[in-house]
């Protein structure tokens, strides 16, 4: 009897650290899937915020030559500064608003001066 229960101890035991031994491995596949997955998503991020830079300054340049461009024809503000200057913002004109349309059928809105 006692010999019969050693063996199945040590039969317990050794399916015991077979089963230890594939979980453990299959947590490390499962840790490296999740750290190339990590990786991967970074590098997407780093693109995407490099991309959201240069579309950022891009803006920033097509606002400066478009406020340069209106600003040769006339002294007058691009439609989308109007608002600052204490104009309607929603597109609708006021009383005090006036639109100019120039040769290449650019309208601009501005307030009249007083």
Do not use: W, Y
């Not at 006692?2 to 063996?7: P, T």
């Not at 039969?11 to 991967?40: F, G, N, P, W, Y």
Request: glycine share 4%.
């Amino acid at each position: 009897k006692k010999q019969r229960r050693l063996i199945r101890n040590r039969l317990s035991a050794q399916l015991h650290r077979e089963k230890k031994r594939c979980m453990i491995s299959t947590l490390k596949t499962k840790v490296q899937t999740r750290d190339e997955t990590i990786e991967d998503l970074k590098q997407k991020l780093h693109m995407a915020l490099s991309e959201t830079s240069s579309l950022k300054t891009r803006i920033e340049q097509l606002e400066r030559h478009s406020q340069v461009s209106f600003t040769a024809r006339g002294n007058i503000s691009p439609p989308h500064l109007v608002g600052s200057s204490g104009s309607s913002t929603n597109g609708c004109l006021s009383s005090e608003e006036s639109c100019l349309t120039s040769d290449d059928d650019d309208t601009v809105c501005v307030g009249s001066t007083p």
